[in-house]
């Protein structure tokens, strides 16, 4: 249990500059995850706070003392890496309890723990294999007990579930959430994958090319996403964007082609826009339906619980999720019917969300 | 890949026969050689069939050229120069791979550079060394003045003096230094991967824990392969024990071989010479079919 305070952490190597200045504050016991897609700085962030990096700038603390210079095993951190990095030469039992073996707790002691760890873990019947007899949620729910045993202060994941198949990696997913409900240890996860960030996040961190793009709940990245990279960045399909301008009665879309009636935008006049609308906020109407865009359909994706119909507006690519049931043709014209609630503006040139005057209008319950 | 082809199949299997023809050939003729008398082994051409006296040509061969202790020799060299190869260069790679130092990269070349500088190369100087081990030191205090002035002040003259000729540490230390072993630690380093590293430091291991407890273990095949080669190479030495042991007590097997081998204008006792080849020729063939399985893997890199 231990909080970490990042501060203005900043990662060069050599000349490039990998992590731009990043504050970050995580509370005793929450578990964040830190989503981005690959090089935008998140495991080098972690790999910083567990030690394995050297922090260029800035200072990360631990429970209120600055670990900037402490060795890895100092810092009260255990670490999952993403391909397991079990020993292979060790037994399971071995592997669990290297770092037990490496402090110098005594055998009999060790050994009670190492029971402890797998009994947790379902471990109890492989602990005398080698790494190379597992299967890959074995070897991954090793890689778990060797970071449980040593009582962090501090869990570490990095994309640790990447490697599995798809149906193991939901189920390794609800276990280190239970896991961590029992625990209840602070833990990192860092990851590419949105479905993953979004169910286990207490809090959710979205970085892009070494900065922090937004902090906040999974519910408030979604329903609120603080600029444009967020926006299309979480959700699936991605969120729509349309470049427009805001009118006095409403909003001209892709260079003026386009128009959407509503009663007041809430932005000034003349401002540069990227309108998002997502998929799943889009209601499918009968074409020439007044106040709604006509569209081409160029192909629908069955999910079986409903249906992305990707659609052509002028060029510009554009889906919708319905679950009605609706089975429009490729080439059939249908009409898209957008709530001005559901829109969410950025600016065309900084990406950043514009926020809008909404009288008494609440937040969409997610 | 599979495929049949018997016309093909016929001949790789011809060409592997007539290559291992080619190679147990001269060891033929060295064991029948060893089986026949005096008057046998000097007919041209000597009988290819097996004579009836090979254990008493063994049994002269080994007390003539006084084998057993020269064997003994032989082995404590072999082995000193095999392990010592395999830590000393495990460590140097260990080094090399692990640790970020200024000069890394040079050093790394500096060894590698040696494999141009073999042992008959440097044979005068590294001969000079190991007569006197000091004798660099002494070198460095007398060009600097600083013997003179030992010598002026407290007026004791300085002559550093550690002889190594006749001992095994001097049949063992030139050889140890090898930049194949190392060469061959740093590939086999770099392939573990970094994750091992890191999940050993967060497991609280230092660079020696990690070193003994992971390294180590993982290249047992590398060593194996490593060492055998190693023994291998020291048992067949030739040059450098002759050099080194002027004393009967500290020869190899294989220095003393030639005092089977006839004087000309001796007796022609090519049948002990051969007798005695055969025995020496045993510990490193030994040492092969034992090490075998572990040599095979070591050299190959894609077992896991």
Request: net charge neutral; aromatic share 8%; hydrophobic share 50%.
């Amino acid at each position: 249990m231990a909080s970490i305070a990042i501060r203005g952490v900043k990662k060069n190597y050599a000349k490039t500059q990998v992590v731009h200045g990043v504050d970050l504050d995580f509370a005793s016991g929450e578990f964040v995850v830190i989503l981005g897609p690959s090089g935008c700085g998140k495991s080098t962030l972690l790999r910083m706070i567990a030690g394995l990096e050297e922090i260029s700038d800035g200072t990360i603390a631990i429970d209120g003392m600055v670990v900037n210079k402490l060795e890895p095993r100092e810092r009260g951190c255990a670490m999952v890496f993403q391909n397991y990095a079990l020993y292979p030469h060790m037994s399971v039992a071995q592997n669990i309890g290297y770092s037990l073996k490496v402090s110098g707790v005594p055998t009999a002691e060790r050994n009670q723990r190492i029971q402890a760890v797998a009994r947790t873990l379902g471990l109890e019947q492989l602990l005398d294999r080698k790494p190379m007899a597992l299967s890959g949620g074995q070897r991954q729910r090793v890689a778990m007990g060797r970071a449980m045993i040593r009582e962090p202060k501090v869990f570490l994941f990095d994309e640790p579930l990447s490697n599995l198949d798809a149906k193991l990696r939901v189920q390794m997913r609800s276990e280190i959430r239970k896991l961590h409900r029992r625990l209840n240890a602070t833990s990192v996860f860092v990851t590419h994958d949105q479905v993953e960030a979004m169910t286990l996040a207490d809090r959710l961190v979205v970085m892009n090319g070494g900065r922090v793009e937004q902090v906040g709940t999974p519910g408030e990245i979604y329903t609120r996403p603080a600029s444009r990279f967020v926006a299309t960045f979480v959700g699936a399909p991605a969120m729509n964007i349309l470049e427009g301008t805001v009118e006095l009665d409403g909003l001209s879309l892709l260079g003026g082609s386009r128009r959407l009636a509503m009663a007041r935008a809430g932005l000034p006049v003349g401002t540069k826009v990227a309108m998002g609308i997502r998929p799943e906020a889009v209601r499918l109407v009968a074409p020439g339906t007044a106040g709604a865009l006509d569209a081409t359909v160029d192909l629908v994706e069955e999910l079986g619980a409903g249906r992305v119909i990707y659609v052509d507006l002028d060029g510009a690519p554009f889906s919708v999720m319905t679950s009605e049931a609706v089975h429009p043709e490729p080439g059939s014209t249908v009409g898209l019917k957008i709530f001005p609630d559901d829109m969410h503006f950025f600016s065309s040139e900084t990406g950043t969300r514009l926020d809008v005057f909404k009288a008494s209008v609440p937040e969409p319950a997610l | 890949m599979v495929e049949r082809t018997p016309f093909l199949n016929f001949f790789t299997h011809l060409i592997l026969f007539v290559g291992f023809v080619l190679c147990i050939a001269p060891f033929v003729v060295v064991a029948v050689a060893a089986s026949h008398n005096l008057r046998d082994v000097n007919d041209v051409p000597m009988s290819l069939l097996p004579g009836s006296d090979f254990w008493t040509n063994i049994k002269t061969a080994w007390t003539t050229a006084d084998l057993g202790p020269k064997l003994l020799n032989s082995f404590i060299m072999a082995a000193g120069v095999a392990a010592g190869k395999v830590i000393i260069s495990a460590l140097t790679a260990f080094s090399i791979v692990y640790f970020r130092y200024p000069g890394r990269t040079f050093i790394f070349w500096l060894i590698f550079v040696t494999l141009m500088l073999p042992l008959e190369v440097r044979i005068v100087p590294t001969y000079a060394v190991v007569a006197n081990v000091l004798s660099p030191y002494q070198t460095i205090l007398d060009i600097t003045g600083l013997s003179w002035l030992i010598e002026k002040v407290s007026g004791v003259q300085v002559s550093l003096s550690l002889g190594l000729l006749n001992s095994y540490t001097g049949l063992i230390l030139p050889l140890i230094a090898t930049a194949t072993g190392t060469f061959l630690y740093r590939q086999f380093f770099l392939t573990v991967p970094d994750e091992l590293t890191e999940a050993a430091r967060m497991d609280g291991a230092g660079a020696l824990r990690f070193f003994i407890d992971i390294l180590l273990p993982l290249s047992r095949n590398n060593m194996a392969a490593l060492g055998t080669i190693m023994f291998l190479w020291a048992w067949n030495q030739y040059l450098w024990p002759l050099l080194i042991t002027t004393d009967q007590s500290h020869a190899t097997a294989v220095t003393e071989l030639k005092q089977l081998i006839p004087n000309v204008g001796g007796i022609p006792e090519w049948n002990i010479a051969m007798a005695g080849t055969l025995i020496v020729m045993l510990p490193p063939l030994i040492v092969v079919v034992l090490m075998q399985r572990w040599f095979v893997r070591g050299l190959i890199a894609t077992e896991k």
